[in-house]
């Protein structure tokens, strides 16, 4: 019976085989982390921009000497003769300190806490009413009344997490890069420790690719052993975020991660990492291989 | 076959190891490459076996210039010589019937003929019983004839040995002798660096001598004569 022949070029008792699936782990686990940095940002700041574009919220503070019913009826009536303003609705109360429990704590929102009363006002394109415009209507003809435009610090808000998404994309390439000189690395020391062996390859008629195929079938598959070993400890680790994150309870929190795609993308990083791992270790040993007699 | 013009040899930038060196070896030849240690002869080897490149002069082999031939145009020139090493260059960690279906392998031949003609040579070189043997477990003689069934495997134009009785008893030297014989009778040009001269005295064939980098002539057509 045929019995299953050696690797030719002996790489798997080599020191760096042992030491190389744990760089690929410690590489694949933060460019996960990195990735999914990059996926949570960049669905955080496209609902951030979708969610809140086009409403303002007006906020009534309550006054000692007038009625609160009487404001809001006179508020509704201004809010109908602004025009570009195409619709509006009146918070409930009862979300509003759900809003304020967020923050303080369920059940702990004092009784007697003046709240503001909240409508939300909807702008119908093209009419340039923004909130300082609408401020200066309402507050004519009635005391205690603010507008807020979320837009402008969700703005602020995106911006920062666009900068932070580029920061994430530019640690992923960082990690690519490292991987690629690790590889080159232990590639020309393979060499350098195999050279006998190389060379009496190529004595007996062994062409460059078939020595190079002996270091990209290692690479690959040390790559995809780290690969998996880092994806793991990668879950794990978004799991525990999610878990922490969960416990956030704010309507800005991010989702970990985001959709059933991006957990398809995280998990072609092993897969992309052997690839790298693979092609870097045959252009490597090919170029190192041209260099011998 | 193979045609040296002029041929001068250093390593690096040391002092030159072969000065002039200038043969011509005809298909179907047998010769020995003879001298004392330190003349040259496993240097000239090297170049015929295309381990190294001359510092100067001409080198053909099988009509190939080797000075001019680019590098993946040696792999061809390669496959068509067989090399005996005095240090035998077994890999450790092969046993003995994949070391010697290396060459097959690395020309692409189908698995089942590499089982096949590896375990058909090895039988013949006396060693059926030791297919699956990692080298460390042969004895010297074993080692030799593996190296030498490693050589001969892909039926080469040129066999090349460095030294090959070197760790041979008497009987088992000119049994090898004999082997190279009938390769050099079936067509294989054989050139065989020896300084053990009974082994040249019993077994005569055309000498080259090597002495302090230069060949001599005068010994070469002496004995060839």
């Given at each position: 019976m045929a019995r299953r022949s050696a690797a030719v070029?002996?790489?798997?008792?080599d020191a760096p085989s042992r030491f190389l699936p744990w760089i690929f782990a410690l590489m694949v686990y933060l460019a996960v982390l990195a990735l999914t940095g990059v996926l949570i940002l960049h669905a955080a700041v496209e609902r951030w921009q979708r969610g809140e574009v086009d409403t303002l919220t007006v906020q009534i503070m309550p006054l000692e000497n007038e009625s609160e019913e009487a404001r809001m009826a006179k508020l509704r009536s201004l809010l109908g003769d602004v025009?570009?303003?195409?619709g509006f609705r009146t918070v409930a109360q009862s979300e509003t300190i759900y809003l304020i429990e967020r923050w303080l704590g369920a059940g702990n929102v004092p009784s007697d806490l003046p709240l503001p009363r909240l409508v939300d006002v909807d702008i119908a394109p093209g009419y340039g009413l923004d909130a300082e415009t609408l401020a200066l209507r309402l507050q004519a003809s009635l005391a205690g009344v603010t507008v807020d435009d979320a837009k402008l610090w969700l703005d602020r808000l995106a911006d920062f997490g666009r900068s932070l998404e580029l920061l994430a994309v530019a640690v992923v390439i960082l990690i690519g890069l490292a991987t690629v000189a690790t590889v080159v690395f232990t590639t020309r020391m393979g060499i350098s420790i195999h050279r006998n062996v190389i060379e009496l390859l190529h004595l007996i008629g062994a062409r460059d690719g078939y020595v190079a195929v002996q270091f990209q079938r290692q690479a690959m598959i040390l790559g995809l052993r780290g690969g998996v070993l880092g994806i793991i400890f990668a879950v794990a680790t978004l799991y525990g975020l999610r878990h922490v994150a969960g416990r956030l309870e704010t309507p800005l929190a991010p989702d970990i991660p985001v959709a059933h795609w991006a957990w398809g993308l995280l998990a072609a990083v092993p897969v992309v990492t052997a690839v790298i791992a693979m092609v870097t270790a045959r252009l490597t040993a090919l170029r190192e291989l041209a260099k011998m007699p | 076959m193979v045609r040296f013009e002029n041929v001068g040899m250093r390593y690096?930038?040391?002092?030159?190891?072969?000065?002039?060196v200038t043969f011509a070896i005809e298909p179907g030849e047998f010769r020995y490459l003879v001298g004392p240690s330190g003349a040259g002869k496993t240097s000239l080897l090297r170049l015929m076996y295309l381990a190294h490149r001359p510092s100067r002069g001409l080198i053909s082999m099988f009509g190939t210039d080797v000075m001019m031939a680019r590098r993946h145009e040696l792999v061809g020139l390669r496959r068509g010589i067989g090399v005996v090493f005095q240090d035998y260059r077994l890999l450790a960690h092969l046993s003995a019937l994949d070391n010697v279906a290396l060459p097959l392998r690395v020309a692409g031949a189908k698995e089942e003929e590499v089982q096949d003609h590896v375990s058909e040579l090895l039988a013949w070189v006396g060693l059926a019983d030791h297919i699956h043997a990692l080298p460390d477990s042969l004895s010297g003689g074993q080692k030799q004839r593996v190296a030498i069934a490693r050589a001969v495997i892909t039926r080469p134009r040129l066999l090349l040995a460095d030294e090959p009785t070197g760790n041979l008893d008497e009987m088992l030297g000119q049994r090898l002798l004999r082997l190279f014989e009938e390769l050099n009778r079936i067509g294989t040009t054989v050139v065989i660096a020896t300084h053990n001269q009974n082994l040249v005295a019993r077994n005569p064939h055309p000498i080259m001598a090597l002495d302090s980098g230069e060949l001599q002539l005068g010994a070469a057509m002496e004995e060839a004569g």
């Open positions: 070029v002996p790489l798997g008792r025009e570009g303003v195409s | 690096g930038m040391g002092p030159e190891v072969l000065h002039d």
